[in-house]
């Protein structure tokens, strides 16, 4: 194998980059979670710094210690670093306190509302409007602080240093709000003791530092920490006998550098190359799957995975499926229905509690990922196999699934698995939500999120494998569903994160037939995009304000709903087409992750 980031080894800084500048009061709080002030500014109270202090033209570079990457660096510290977590009615003035270690938010209740209510004061089964907004208002609670001694099993001089500190204390805190998912910190982070984790995680944050402190000795540290990853990657690569632990290294070696080529844009692969975070991730698949354990058990229910594996699974799943929503169906005298079909089995692995918890790494749960490469894979069969019985059953099969589906998280305050298998759906209590209200606390905002995907789920299947058209009924009926969920939710502060449904929201304005609709998407797209910072929104909003130019009236896509046959084969499928005027119109591979 042969890593697909060779190609970018020493070019950070060379190319025309996005800048950003810092606001006035230094306080990003978006995909990255930090208070920067600039130093000439004064405050009339103290106020903490984010972890990528800055760089003096005149500063030296001290301390150099370049650590060959001869010496073993496969060595994975696994250590479960215990978290800990203020209480509900704890304050904060900074987003981050740089002596503590510490990112934390703080809801702010009426003492009368916390001492007046309890969780067992009302009936899980059966909450008033005003019983559940008041509980999800305390549901609020401090995202957990650093430990004071994580990231000390690697030296680093000071600027290694505090490119690692970004990526803990402010980087991190943007991936997710579910602190025992947010894979990037527990999972990726702990694997400091390897050199190819620890250099791509200092690259990667270097980015995000220099896109405000664009010096020169940054840029330089930016590609020595990469050309350092992208050599231990390489050196994994070529190996043909590699042990759990270092293929476990590889994956996340390649998953971190992927993530690098997402968000920096501007170095993104133009079509009709692969884009490098697509090769990164399918290799990352295959070597989820030459380290798979899943077929020494009878049950699936009995495979019990690491937290790593899981997360690993979970975040190379999601943007194998999603890259899927977009390119074209394999060719019918290439598809392998029986390869295909057992594809992403590693996502099942586990019982129902564990299939239907939301992940923090994708924002839902991997029952409802892997429902949705099955989507794929019925409208892949029935283009190959028009005549077959089977397909449509088994699409309305899922479809009924999704239909009934309910997610759980364990968030304070959230309903257990149990519960929440007979209670009503998220939807409910959305649609019942008042007019301008938005979530305010983190098991809010997971249920809405999930939710949101599971609606955006039901909508893909409708299109693409039931092949109905987007102005059909019950495609507008759940595209306002769905723009109901996304129109609750915030977008900067501290519930926002990138586990925010961005998917989902393009998918809303791509389809919109509804005024309301679009203009849901695109408030949305403009609020995320106006924060300074980077992200792969921009170019994706981009992409939906060149398709609003000519969707509604591109022939290929009509559909008439009188004329709308019985027999899914029959049916014209026009999101195909839809694929294929995009492809024809965009300069690359979308990345809707």
């Keep these: 194998f042969v890593s697909p980031f060779k190609d970018c080894l020493d070019t950070f800084g060379k190319l025309p980059s996005l800048r950003f500048s810092r606001p006035t009061d230094g306080t990003v ?31 030296d570079i001290q301390n150099e210690h370049v650590r060959q990457l001869s010496r073993s660096s496969s060595t994975l510290v696994a250590t479960n670093y215990p978290y800990t977590q203020a209480s509900p009615e704890s304050t904060s003035e900074q987003l981050y306190s740089e002596q503590r270690g510490r990112y934390s938010r703080s809801p702010s209740l009426p003492s009368s509302s916390t001492s007046n209510l309890s969780p067992s004061s009302s009936s899980p089964y059966a909450r008033s409007w005003d019983q559940q907004k008041i509980l999800r208002q305390i549901a609020g609670y401090t995202v957990p602080k650093v430990p004071s001694h994580f990231g000390f099993v690697s030296q680093m001089d000071d600027m290694d240093r505090r490119f690692f500190d970004f990526y803990t ?7 997710s709000i579910l602190k025992q998912t947010n894979l990037w910190l527990t999972d990726f982070a702990c694997m400091e003791g390897s050199e190819g984790v620890l250099s791509a995680i200092q690259s990667l944050a270097g980015v995000y530092v220099y896109d405000y402190q664009p010096l020169e000795k940054v840029g330089r540290r930016i590609n020595l920490r990469y050309r350092q990853a992208e050599a231990r990657l390489s050196q994994l690569l070529e190996r043909t006998d590699l042990s759990v632990d270092e293929a476990s290294e590889l994956i996340t070696i390649l998953c971190i550098m992927s993530m690098h080529d997402i968000v920096l844009t501007e170095r993104r ?89 939301i992940h923090g790494g994708c924002g839902f749960s991997k ?148 005024g309301e609709h679009a203009g849901v998407a695109q408030k949305w797209f403009d609020s995320v995009t106006s924060a300074p910072v980077r ?5 994706l909003y981009e992409t939906l304000q060149r398709i609003w130019t000519w969707i509604d009236d591109e022939p290929s896509i009509v559909v008439d709903l009188e004329s709308l046959d019985d027999d899914i084969a029959n049916r014209y499928p026009w999101w195909e087409h839809l694929i294929q005027r995009v492809q024809e119109k965009e300069q690359e591979i979308l990345c809707l992750t």
């Excluded at 204390?169 to 991936?175: F, I, L, Y």
């Design 169 to 175: 204390k402010n980087w991190c805190p943007g991936r």
């Design 367 to 514: 029952k409802l990922l892997h429902c949705m490469s099955q989507i794929t894979f019925c409208s892949a069969r029935l283009n190959q196999c028009p005549e077959s019985p089977v397909v449509p059953i088994t699409i309305r099969y899922i479809l009924s699934e999704l239909l009934d589906m309910r997610q759980w998280s364990n968030t304070p305050y959230s309903n257990p698995f149990e519960v929440a298998q007979v209670q009503s759906q998220a939807i409910e209590w959305v649609r019942a939500a008042p007019e301008k209200y938005m979530v305010s606390n983190t098991t809010e905002m997971t249920e809405v999120t999930a939710e949101a995907w599971r609606i955006t789920a039901v909508i893909y299947l409708q299109c693409r494998a039931l092949r109905l058209p987007r102005d059909h009924p019950d495609v507008v009926a759940n595209l306002s569903y769905l723009a109901k969920c996304i129109s609750i939710m915030p977008t900067s502060g501290y519930q926002f994160t990138a586990q925010a449904p961005l998917f989902p929201v393009f998918l809303l304005g791509m389809l919109a037939t509804v």
């Design 269 to 357: 692969c133009k079509w009709p190359e692969v884009p490098r975070w697509l090769k990164g991730t399918e290799l990352c698949e295959h070597f989820l799957e030459s380290i798979d354990e899943g077929s020494r058990f009878w049950s699936k229910d009995n495979i019990q995975l690491s937290s790593l594996r899981n997360s690993q699974s979970v975040i190379v799943g999601r943007a194998l499926i999603l890259s899927q929503l977009m390119t074209p169906l394999a060719s019918p005298n290439t598809f392998d229905p029986v390869k295909e079909a057992n594809r992403f089995g590693w996502l099942l692995y586990g019982n129902n509690r564990d299939m239907y918890e």
């Design 535 to 539: 992200s792969s929104v921009p170019p």
């Design 29 to 59: 709080n978006s995909y990255i979670k930090f208070n920067w002030p600039k130093r000439d500014e004064q405050y009339s109270r103290p106020s903490s710094k984010s972890a990528a202090t800055q760089y003096g033209e005149d500063d």
